[in-house]
Every structure is written in structure tokens, then in C-alpha cells.
């Protein structure tokens, strides 16, 4: 809470920085007497990244989002490319939602040339799921999560629960690290039917946004009766619900023990599990999770 020279939002007043130095430069008055709340994304944004911004607006003074489809976290080069773009329409949403400052660098203002990225050690989070699957994406992810926030440094930084691995790798980065930001984790915000929103659902046909509602109603189904049950029978389950037409294929789908990220075979009362799935259709790649 603001006591002394604090920031006054102004309605549809947004400033756009593209160079670190003039950001920080920005920031150097401003965060001495306002909380900075963070919020990192990759563009395209819908309502689920939306919620992040709100979120922050009402715990913090300023609200940042940053802008970047980071190279380092993909592990496809294809995927990369045609990850999708709409800067204009995202300056029009923040303005929207009343966010602050957006951060929208160019690759040169984040990474040196030829920057070799070091190895971080995340405490075995990422042996699993998108790590197995997606080998680098985390190391990728969190070393330019790590860059941006030496830039904010912001108090707050708001990631979602639809990317439930990623959020308790930030977690556990801010602890390795001592940094002297809080996590805040945000509940996944979903389509009318059920699918988590996502930038990639553009890339879906309509027939296809429509049949994925399927996903998100067998994780629904399995959150009623994981505790009696067989995980292996519920897996099956879903596996044959989820593939009886020919068009998801499923990647992994997973009981996981929430602390570890492992996957787990049998209910024991003690452990806190999610339910994590990740499902390629028609060349699209979704994930999405229950906690259960
Ligand atoms: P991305 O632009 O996909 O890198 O996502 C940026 C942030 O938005 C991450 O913290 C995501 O977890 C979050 N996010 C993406 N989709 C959703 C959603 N449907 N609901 C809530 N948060 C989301």
C-alpha cells in the first residue's frame, strides 16, 4: 500500500518499453514508494492471461506485463515460428484492463549474442511431464523468467495454474535464488465448454475447440473418484474417451504428487495430487490439469 508519492492509474494511459535500461531507468523512482506487480507472458492474450493483470491491479500500485515469445523455451523450432501474434490487439486489452506498462523487448535486449544459457537445478521438477516431453523448455523458461525479473524486480509476480508445473518451478526458482518477489498462483480460466483458454486455441478449427471440451470433462469425472478408483483403471478411462476419434493424441496423461511433479500409481490419503494432461490435436499441443 502506497503512503507517499504514490502512482495514480490513469485510464487508458499505458506506456510501452522496449529497451531494459529505459524500463529500469522508469522503474528507479516509481518502485521505491509503489508495489510492482509482474506479469510475464508470451502475447496473444485472452481472458486467462487477463486475470493475471486484474489480479495484480487490485493487490499492487503498477502493474507490468511483459510481452516476449522467448526462443529458449521451445524445443520446436516450428512451434516457435508459428506461435501466433497479435500485438495490437494486446495493446488494446491491457489498455482495457487498465495495465500499466507492458515490456515487449527484442530478442538483442535479452539475450546476447550467441548466449549460451546455464543449467539450472530445479530441484527435480523438471525431470517430469513437460520437462520429459519438451526437453530444455524449463531451463529456457525459467532463465528468462530469472532475466526479466532482475529487470522489474518486482514484489508480485502472477503466473497461472493452467501451466501448473511452470508455476511451481517459478516457486521453487524464487527460493534457490532468494528472490524478493512472492509467486502468486491464479486459477485457469476456461472457454464456455470447459477448454482451458489458451494462445495456441486459435490455431484450432471450430470443430475442433468444440470436441476439446471433451479433455476438461474426463478431468472433471476423475476428480469425483480418484480416491476409489485405480489410477491405472481412470487413466484407461480417459485414454479411450479421449481417443475414440481418431484426432487427440494423448502425450502424457498423469497422476502426479503436487509437491514433486512425479508420477504416482496409487492414492495415499497423504499426498496432494493434480491430474496433468497434455493432448496433440490436428498439430496443436494443449495442456491442462485438475488439482484434486
Ligand atoms: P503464456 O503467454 O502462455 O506464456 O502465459 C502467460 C501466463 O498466463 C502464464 O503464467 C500462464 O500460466 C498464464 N495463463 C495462460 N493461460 C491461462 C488460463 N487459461 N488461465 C489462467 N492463466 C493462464
Redesign the pocket.
Known sequence: MCLNNCYIKQKNHIIVFNKKEELKNHLSTLSKNNTIGF???????????L??INRSNSDCDISICSIFINPTQFNDKADYLNYPKDTKNDLNLLKQVECDIIYMPEITDIYTKNQTIKKYNLSGLDLFLEGKYRPDHFNGMVSVVEKLFQIIEPDYA??????LQ??YIIKELVKDKNINTTIIG?????ERNGL????RNKLLSKDDLGYCSIIYQQLILCKESFEDTPFTELKKNIEEKLTKEDRIKIEYLEFVDIKTFKPQQKFNIKTKYALCIAVNISGVRLIDNIIL
Do not use: N, V
Open positions: 506479469i510475464p507472458t508470451m502475447g496473444s492474450l485472452h481472458e486467462g492471461h486475470s493475471l502472477y503466473f497461472g495454474e493452467k501451466d511452470q508455476l491464479c486459477p485457469t480460466i476456461r482451458a483458454k489458451s494462445s
